[in-house]
């Protein structure tokens, strides 16, 4: 892997992250407990240990190592990819999409930047950007690239899993096992 990628953890876990600048956090209920949002200086990170879930993005190094990383290209030609995860509580599926610069909403950064529910412009700069917005099923992120004209759209959905189901796989629908 390289700088030329963006690197995404799922793991049951929390990931070191010492060292790890935060710009800008929500800690909300979502989904039946309590879950933080963050945005941090190489991307996102997401937790909700009631659930046994942490998502980390990464452009660096993922820290701690350890655990699984997937590497996603920072090149607009790729194809759509769908990652998947889940716990005894909890399944998720992101798919990741690339994006040209231009279909990132800046003209609505720049005109109502409340309107997400994190956001995030690195060195003051509209163009490179990681926005975080929660539904009521999932979120949605943005991570934008203008060196590669690039807007890294992601958006995550989640099952939570029903405790009185007999067979763990009719709990978790198989788009995320």
């Not at 949002?37 to 909700?48: D, K, L, N, V």
């Not at 820290?63 to 997937?70: D, F, K, L, S």
């Not at 759509?80 to 990132?104: I, M, N, Y």
């Amino acid at each position: 892997m390289n700088s030329q990628t963006l690197r995404f953890v799922h793991d049951d876990r929390p990931p070191a992250t010492d060292g790890v600048r935060v710009f800008d956090s929500l800690t909300r209920p979502f989904l039946g407990t309590e879950f933080t949002f963050r945005i941090i200086g190489s991307s996102h990170y997401i937790s909700a240990p009631a659930y046994d879930f942490y998502e980390l993005s990464a452009c660096g190094p993922v820290p701690g190592g350890g655990c699984e990383v997937t590497a996603i290209p920072l090149d607009p030609a790729q194809p759509s990819r769908r990652l998947g995860f889940e716990t005894d509580t909890l399944g998720c599926e992101t798919v990741v999409d690339h994006r040209p610069l231009s279909a990132f909403p800046t003209d609505r950064l720049r005109s109502r930047p409340d309107s997400f529910d994190l956001a995030y412009a690195f060195d003051g700069n509209p163009e490179a950007v990681t926005t975080i917005e929660i539904g009521d099923d999932g979120y949605e992120t943005y991570h934008t690239y203008p060196e590669f004209d690039l807007a890294l759209y992601t958006r995550s959905e989640f099952v939570i899993a029903d405790p009185t189901a007999d067979d763990r796989t009719a709990r978790v629908p198989d788009s995320v096992r």
